[in-house]
Antibody, heavy 118, light 108 residues
Framework: EVQMLESGGGLVQPGGSLRLSCAAS????????ITWVRQAPGKGLEWVSS????????FYADSVKGRFTISRDTSASTVYLQMSSLRVEDTAVYYC???????????WGRGTLVTVSS | SFELTQPPSVSVSPGQTARITCSGD??????AFWYQQKPGQAPVLVIY???ERPSGIPERFSGSTSGTVATLTISGAQVEDEADYYC???????????FGGGTKLTVL
């Protein structure tokens, strides 16, 4: 059974940093893609970043480019999202999801809440 | 920047057909995907590759694309289909992924 488990969310001040983790299981992690999608309170879904695990190729939304870094640890089947220079508008539930087929997201975690506030 | 545009809300009575549209300039060249999200839950894929239905998704869900508009159709909508629906696609270069703003489907 495919499982995606996010962790690392919490309260952080504007300008601060936080690292989210996404632990994956139930599929061949080394040949997969993993993505982060966020949802601000009461708002819609926003794609944030993706990584192709095998080659490490990364993609970012313009709204986080230069502030967020996605990376992976294949030995731990885990993807990280390092978030820096956080802004109030980064407040959201962050989901990680497995990429499949023509680059869609077929299995999602339950999400982790990031709150940026002073 | 690449955008996908959805109507904010659609309302139908149980048993009627609900149609939710998604418009975007790259849709003639890129697949459209649809997600259902109920309150407090993670999104669930209901349509992929424009018109394919994942296993476990009821047959009443279907997708189509014509030009720059993708459409999610729920034939004979049920009360349990009440949810937010999001379209998703990629821009032409394939580097940016985008969700539509979402459509709240009310079935009552």
């Amino acid at each position: 059974e495919v499982q995606m488990l996010e962790s690392g969310g919490g309260l952080v001040q504007p300008g601060g940093s936080l690292r989210l983790s996404c632990a994956a299981s139930g599929f061949t992690f080394s040949t997969s893609g993993i993505t982060w999608v966020r949802q601000a309170p009461g708002k819609g879904l926003e794609w944030v970043s993706s990584i192709i695990v095998s080659g490490g190729t990364t993609f970012y939304a313009d709204s986080v480019k230069g502030r967020f870094t996605i990376s992976r640890d294949t030995s731990a089947s885990t993807v990280y999202l390092q978030m820096s220079s956080l802004r109030v508008e980064d407040t959201a539930v962050y989901y990680c999801a497995k990429v499949w087929g023509s680059w869609y997201f077929d299995h999602w975690g339950r999400g982790t809440l990031v709150t940026v506030s002073s | 920047s690449f955008e996908l545009t959805q109507p904010p809300s659609v309302s139908v009575s149980p048993g009627q057909t609900a149609r939710i549209t998604c418009s975007g300039d790259a849709l003639p060249r890129k697949y459209a995907f649809w997600y259902q999200q109920k309150p407090g839950q993670a999104p669930v894929l209901v349509i992929y590759d424009d018109n394919e239905r994942p296993s476990g998704i009821p047959e009443r869900f279907s997708g189509s694309t014509s030009g720059t508009v993708a459409t999610l159709t729920i034939s004979g909508a049920q009360v349990e289909d009440e949810a937010d629906y999001y379209c998703y696609s990629t821009e032409s270069s394939g580097h940016q992924r985008v969700f539509g703003g979402g459509t709240k489907l009310t079935v009552l």
